[in-house]
């Protein structure tokens, strides 16, 4: 189905910098550089220069970044680590991977870890937490590392979806040991498949993250240990650089979309608005979602009048049977599985398709189907 307005136009996205993208392309392969190349290494360092950090190690995808983090932090069989189940599943994934227990807690109203029971979690078994920046809002790291200090844990950020937030001033990935993100297509920065990165101000975590993605391997012949094949792809980073410079412009084009939404949406009967930002966060809007009565209802009117929504986790993760994590009881995580829904807010959307969105919401709901 052709959407008036889509979720992400990955066309429309690649033809404002084609000819960009095409020579770097073209650069990669016509010189053979394809594996742990220049184009790697100068993503690395513009990134490290962007978040504000010492280091920065490409790897694979942000699952990678996260299940490496853990175990160049050591943490494994006997560890429990505290996250959330408001999130996606490779947060997760993650720690059992690492072969650790996950201690999920519940979340606040700005989706975000409600630290309220992060210290409640804590047993003697805890290293480590692994706050998630949700929808593009850095969790409160002040209070989070506050209680990592208190504990001993180590703090590992699951930034896949908040390049560029800040948190006081400070970004996204440069407060725990590590952070980890994602350039899944659809996030703010994207590449043309998958590929992630860990931030770290820890030369030697980073060195040991470096021997992880590349089978343990130290120069050409020296095996230091038992690593993975989770290399990032020369030819993404040669895309990635391309694209990170417009990401400041993505960035305040966001900000701006999401201004019209809540001009537009403020005080429609039924429908929650996002936490805003201001004050202590500066928020990128990776998603703008919505908290709604009916939410099926309007999903369907959505798409039937031609917008393209995302409902995130509708089966609460903890409520996956074949995940083993039932005993778990999360109030607000299952509440907002049952409400929320994502809408367009790409820098490619037109005035037009923005106030489209909004009157489309604003006349379902005051026709009074939102509470059918």
């Known amino acids: 189905m052709e959407y008036k307005v889509p979720f992400v ?35 690395e360092e513009n990134m490290a220069a962007f978040l504000g950090v010492k280091h920065c190690v490409g790897v694979h995808c942000c699952t990678d ?19 959330v189940a408001h999130t996606f599943v490779a947060t997760i994934g993650a720690i059992v991977h690492a072969g650790a227990t996950p201690v999920l807690v519940d979340v606040a109203d700005d989706f975000n870890m409600d630290l309220d029971h992060l210290e409640v979690a804590v047993t003697p078994r805890t290293r480590a937490v692994i706050p998630v920046d949700f929808n593009g809002r850095v969790c409160d790291m002040e209070k989070i590392m506050a209680a990592a ?28 040991l590590s952070g980890c993100f994602s350039f899944y297509p659809a996030k703010l920065l994207g590449a043309a498949g998958d590929a992630g990165l860990v931030s770290t101000n820890d030369a030697k975590f980073a060195d040991t993250i470096r021997l992880l993605r590349d089978h343990g391997r130290k120069g050409k012949d020296e095996l230091v240990f038992y690593g993975f094949n989770s290399r990032l792809d020369n030819l993404q980073a040669a895309i990635l650089n391309v694209k990170l410079k417009y990401v400041p412009g993505w960035i305040a084009r966001r900000r701006e979309i999401a201004e019209r939404y809540f001009a537009g949406l403020e005080g429609v009967p039924g429908v929650v608005l996002p936490p805003r930002s201001g004050g202590r966060y500066f928020d990128v809007y990776q998603n ?9 209802g309007l999903s369907n009117s959505l798409r039937d009048n031609g ?14 049977k074949g ?25 490619e959307l037109s005035s037009e ?13 005051m026709a009074g189907m939102g509470r059918k």
Do not use: C, W
Request: proline letters at 5%; zero cysteines.
């Open 307 to 320: 917008v393209e929504v995302i409902i995130s986790n509708p089966i609460p993760i903890h409520f996956q």
């Open 65 to 83: 970044a996260l299940h490496l983090s853990l175990r160049a932090a050591g943490i494994g069989p006997g560890d429990e680590v505290i996250t």
């Open 149 to 176: 200090e208190r504990h001993g844990l180590v703090v590992i950020e699951d930034s896949a979806q908040a390049l560029g937030g800040m948190f006081d001033g400070k970004k996204a990935g440069s407060f725990g």
């Open 353 to 365: 398709q923005i106030d489209y969105v909004i009157d489309s919401i604003r006349n379902h709901y």
């Open 323 to 347: 995940l083993g994590l039932s005993h778990f009881r999360l109030p607000n995580t299952e509440r907002f599985a049952r409400e929320v829904i994502s809408i367009p807010n790409i820098p």
């Open 9 to 43: 136009n990955y066309p429309a996205h690649y033809r404002s910098m084609e000819a960009e993208i095409d020579a770097a392309i073209k650069e990669v392969l016509s010189q053979g550089d394809l594996i742990l190349r220049r184009h790697v290494r100068e993503f």
């Open 288 to 296: 703008f979602v919505l908290r709604v009565e009916g939410r099926d």
